[in-house]
């Protein structure tokens, strides 16, 4: 059935798009907490660097406030995209099972033919041999 082995190749390759975006969510998860990283170190740097400098020290309430505002919001765009990523994993898992689904009922329609196959086969070596067991038998 030429159907079923296109809906197979359909759902391969939704699951592959499927695939792709979720890692294309990793990466930009995994992006942003490289940011979120690197705006720590820095927020460290000015902190150290206030401690030491009087006119940074004046100047590192306003950076300080700037960088925990931003902080918050790569926070915020992070819990958002572990979100996304749950989703997108909820989706995969549920294209994987159609996909198995279809493939599991090809299996069992080929299964099914092959049998069906192999059973007129052996009817039909019956008879040839039940025929020539006749002819034997008349000939005697």
Not at 6 to 30: C, G, N, P, T
Not at 83 to 97: G, M, W
Not at 123 to 130: L, N, T, V, W
């Amino acid at each position: 059935m030429a159907g079923l082995k296109s809906i197979i190749r359909l759902r391969k390759h939704q699951l592959d798009e499927k695939r792709r975006a979720a890692a294309q969510l990793q990466i930009m998860l995994d992006n942003l907490k490289r940011e979120e990283a690197r705006a720590r170190d820095e927020l460290e740097a000015e902190k150290t660097q206030a401690a030491s400098d009087h006119a940074s020290l004046l100047a590192f309430p306003n950076y300080n406030k700037k960088m925990q505002d931003r902080l918050k919001l790569i926070i915020k765009e992070q819990v958002g995209l572990n979100a996304a990523i749950d989703r997108a994993q909820v989706e995969l898992q549920d294209a994987f099972k159609e996909l198995k689904t279809f493939e599991i009922t090809e299996q069992a329609r080929l299964a099914r033919a092959a049998a069906a196959e192999k059973k007129a086969e052996d009817q039909a070596m019956d008879e040839i041999g039940i025929e020539g067991f006749r002819r034997k038998d008349k000939s005697e």
